[in-house]
């Protein structure tokens, strides 16, 4: 099969590696010149475990380039994956795409499957088709197949997905995915063919569940604290239920990335547009929000005031094997202890430098874990990396001001805590750091 992949963002870099994996001829086109040079030198803009290694295996049946004309030409499916970034009013822009559909339009000289991949609002396969029509005679075909990747994880995902979602409408537009997806589904996981319309809200459906699950944890644990109850065996007790997936029920410093914030708004702003409202969605939410600083509160409970003091802070991304800090919970920690009057000394294994350019917050970035935290007032524990799980404590007393740890995403042992004198604080396990 001849595929193009348009935008060599995360989304379709993946896609266009795996699909040249499975033996496709894939040409990656994105606009971004620098981009594509690096590329063609075997250099991975992203950060995702594996990718590089599976690019080196595919490299001779994938081509990048910035020339979307030729790849329009030279191929039968088209998957569209630019950005759909979040506006001011929570809605997606698609601007974007529709450039791109604009592009196809005029390079196109015979009938293309054109595929949606990145996330987009309910009711744009709709809008594709009437720009479709006024500025292409041919008959091309909109097809919705919104991607489902955990960044981090995102090859295995690819590679062998729980299921592949395609929105279309013509027999001819099945059998041209299902020869796609083929390789990557004989683990017996479906391929779901379903109305385009079904397919785009199928992908916000996920994604608004998943964060509905992440906030009641996190208003359970803040329930825990008060009551005194430990959040971890609360979770065993009710997700023991058969009916109730664990997935998902961590409590920490709420949920940042590219996926969940910005979807979860689009979700809201589609429903407002139709006249419906997603309370639930809303909620959850606004309690990411407050979730964020939940460590700066706990801080501020111990501290009262933190003017003048300084800070350890482990973790910049928003989650661990992946240097993406959009909408990452230091992010907000951060700004808000330079409000309070606090300094801030931070180390992340993959993410500094991004963060240091996309942050706005000042902060001083730390060669290593240990280094952070010399002279700090107190360690705080921002992204549950693995080499955050069993740090030296003998070095983290020498370093640490005050033998205070605040941890956000429950990463450390309670009783390897206890056993070094620490005060520990963290999500909903008040049973155990009361112990400490």
Request: hydrophobic share 40%.
């Amino acid at each position: 099969m001849k595929i193009a992949v348009i935008g060599t963002g995360y989304v379709g870099l993946v896609a266009g590696v795996a699909f040249a994996d499975a033996g496709h001829k894939v040409i990656c086109v994105d606009n971004d010149p620098n981009k594509i040079n690096a590329l063609l030198e075997g250099q991975i803009p992203i950060y995702e475990p594996g990718l590089e290694d599976l690019l080196r295996s595919a490299k001779s049946r994938i081509l990048f380039t910035t020339d979307l004309n030729r790849a329009v030409q030279d191929s039968d499916v088209l998957f569209v994956a630019v950005g759909t970034p979040e506006t001011e009013d929570g809605s997606a822009d698609l601007g974007p795409t529709y450039n791109v559909i604009e592009g196809i339009c005029k390079a196109a000289e015979s009938p293309k499957f054109i595929v949606l991949k990145s996330t987009v609002p309910v009711g744009t396969s709709r809008q594709v088709e009437k720009r479709l029509a006024e500025f292409s005679s041919l008959p091309h075909e909109v097809i919705n197949n919104p991607e489902f990747l955990k960044e981090g994880a995102a090859i295995d995902d690819f590679l062998r997905p729980d299921r592949v979602v395609i929105g279309c409408k013509s027999e001819k537009a099945q059998d041209v995915m299902a020869k796609i997806y083929e390789p990557f589904v004989r683990n017996g996981h479906p391929i779901l063919f379903m109305s385009n319309t079904a397919a785009e809200l199928t992908k916000y459906a996920a994604n608004a569940f998943l964060s509905v699950k992440i906030s009641f944890a996190n208003e359970l644990a803040q329930l825990a604290d008060q009551v005194g109850a430990d959040i971890d065996e609360v979770r065993s007790g009710f997700t023991s239920d058969s009916r109730i997936n664990p997935a998902f029920f961590y409590p920490g410093s709420g949920y940042g990335g590219s996926c969940f914030p910005k979807d979860v708004q689009a979700l809201i702003h589609t429903a407002h547009k139709n006249d419906c409202t997603m309370n639930i969605v809303s909620a959850a939410d606004k309690v990411n929000d407050q979730q964020k600083t939940i460590l700066v509160q706990k801080l501020l409970s111990h501290f009262h005031d933190v003017k003048g003091m300084r800070f350890a802070l482990w973790g910049l991304s928003f989650k661990p094997r992946t240097d993406d800090v959009r909408e990452a919970p230091a992010k907000y920690i951060i700004e808000k202890l330079n409000s309070l009057g606090a300094e801030v000394v931070a180390y992340d294994p993959i993410a500094g430098t991004r963060a240091q350019k996309e942050f706005s917050g000042k902060f001083q970035l730390a060669e290593s874990a240990i280094d952070a935290c010399q002279g700090a007032d107190a360690l705080l524990i921002v992204t549950e990396w693995n080499e955050f799980r069993n740090p030296n404590y003998d070095d983290l007393s020498a370093a640490l001001k005050n033998k205070i740890i605040f941890d956000g995403r429950n990463t450390l042992n309670p009783s390897d805590v206890k056993r070094y004198d620490f005060e520990y604080y963290c999500i909903g396990r008040q049973s155990l750091f009361s112990e400490v």
